[in-house]
């Protein structure tokens, strides 16, 4: 049987392998998150193992962050986990890092207004809610602590770079600030 990282060196040496998943992000079904999932895992493995970002690849990551971007803004927690997730998976390259901050009022804005949201809505503590499953999940200010983990691993990745952690540090502050004040 063929396994996922055979399968996943197998796109890759493909002329084009982002393509076609790239083409099916703007479908109105459920291709988009699958097609993003997809590309996801692809650009990360791709990342990973070059030094040098292919002219595909450099064309399919901002379009990537653009979906992803999309879905963090939806009021939606499992949209907005699904992005968060996605961001933390492709943030282990330079490339990756530093074309997110080049795009950061349409990919970091999203992530501050998570943070906003849960030091806003809940400075008291926790809460604990009942899902549809019946399990207990621990939510602070609305935003499950599993997303809000998320959104910290990725600000935590993006430090990785030199200059975007001096401008993350100022970039963050002064929009947490903004909700206490």
């Keep these: 049987m063929l396994g996922v990282p055979a399968f996943t060196n197998s796109l890759l040496s493909l002329p084009k392998p982002f393509a ?6 703007s479908h109105t079904d459920e291709s988009p998150l699958l097609s993003a999932s997809v590309l996801t895992t692809l650009l990360a493995a791709y990342l990973k193992s070059s ?13 990537l962050y653009h979906f992803l971007a999309g ?39 999203p992530i501050v207004k998570i943070l906003e949201t ?28 599993q997303l809000l983990y998320h959104v910290l691993l990725v600000i935590w990745e993006l430090t990785f770079e030199e200059l975007v952690a001096e401008e993350i540090n100022l970039y963050v502050q002064y929009h947490i600030i903004l909700v206490y004040n």
């Design 20 to 25: 076609h998943l790239l083409s099916l992000l």
């Design 51 to 63: 030094v040098k970002p292919s002219p595909d690849a450099c064309d399919t990551l901002p379009k």
């Design 71 to 109: 879905l963090a803004k939806s009021p939606d927690g499992h949209f907005q986990d699904i992005a968060i997730q996605s961001y933390v998976s492709l943030l282990r390259s330079t490339f990756a890092r530093t074309t997110f901050w080049d795009m950061k009022e349409e990919t970091v804005a």
């Design 118 to 145: 849960a030091a806003a809505g809940n400075c008291g503590g926790s809460d604990r809610v009942t899902g549809v499953t019946g399990g207990t999940s621990i939510v602070q200010g609305g935003v499950g602590l």
